[in-house]
T-cell receptor, first 113, second 114 residues
Framework: GDSVTQMEGPVTLSEEAFLTINCTYT??????LFWYVQYPGEGLQLLLK?????DKGSNKGFEATYRKETTSFHLEKGSVQVSDSAVYFC????????????FGTGTSLTVIP | GAGVSQSPSNKVTEKGKDVELRCDPI?????LYWYRQSLGQGLEFLIY????????KSGLPSDRFSAERTGGSVSTLTIQRTQQEDSAVYLC????????????FGPGTRLLVL
């Protein structure tokens, strides 16, 4: 069945460091891929998405490229800020009948000044 | 409304009591999801509604959990005879179509069972 695997946290970085959070997926078809972010005390919100192979989603300095050959959608940011401290969830969706939305377990990021 | 709303925002109940959690999805969204997020954990899928189709209940953890969606809009998640392990944040999300469309999440209901 479909699934998402993302790197375990917690991740702690200094401000302005480079961030990578790995995400790989297993899917039977051609899913859409998402990164969601959950800031402390808040609900989840969409960070970025990509709907087909080689697409790059980007938002707020974050980006992720849909790599079909490696079934990956790694999240990157060149220079993190304290305000990026949050939990990041990778997800995929194939559509179709029934629930087809699958989330990873989340990666907690703390950025220290 | 502008986004998904949930009520109550916090609920404290005693073990053995029933609770109802409400979700108002974004107007026009046909798909509605319920998830559970325990402290420090990821998202646990509970149930999925899509239009007039039969809901996907495959994630409900026990028969104490049930959910309804009236008129294709508001949804209520009911937990009967609550247990302490039911304590968690219950999140609702809606989307404009099936599957591939972006899910928009509500702020959640924080449930504490004493």
């Amino acid at each position: 069945g479909d699934s998402v695997t993302q790197m375990e946290g917690p991740v702690t970085l200094s401000e302005e460091a480079f961030l990578t959070i790995n995400c790989t997926y297993t899917a039977t078809g051609y899913p859409s891929l998402f990164w969601y972010v959950q800031y402390p005390g808040e609900g989840l919100q969409l960070l970025l998405k990509a709907t087909k192979a080689d697409d790059k989603g980007s938002n707020k300095g974050f980006e992720a490229t849909y790599r079909k050959e490696t079934t990956s959608f790694h999240l990157e940011k060149g220079s993190v800020q304290v305000s990026d401290s949050a939990v990041y969830f990778c997800a995929l969706s194939e559509g179709g009948t029934g629930n087809q939305f699958y989330f990873g377990t989340g990666t907690s990021l703390t950025v220290i000044p | 409304g502008a986004g998904v709303s949930q009520s109550p925002s916090n609920k404290v109940t005693e073990k053995g009591k029933d609770v109802e959690l409400r979700c108002d999805p974004i107007s026009g969204h046909t798909a509605l999801y319920w998830y559970r997020q325990s402290l420090g954990q990821g998202l646990e899928f509970l149930i999925y509604f899509q239009g007039n189709s039969a809901p996907d209940k495959s994630g409900l953890p026990s028969d104490r959990f049930s959910a309804e969606r009236t008129g294709g809009s508001v949804s209520t998640l009911t937990i009967q005879r609550t247990q302490q392990e039911d304590s968690a944040v219950y999140l609702c999300a809606s989307s404009s179509g099936s599957g591939r469309e972006t899910q928009y999440f509500g702020p959640g209901t924080r449930l504490l069972v004493l």
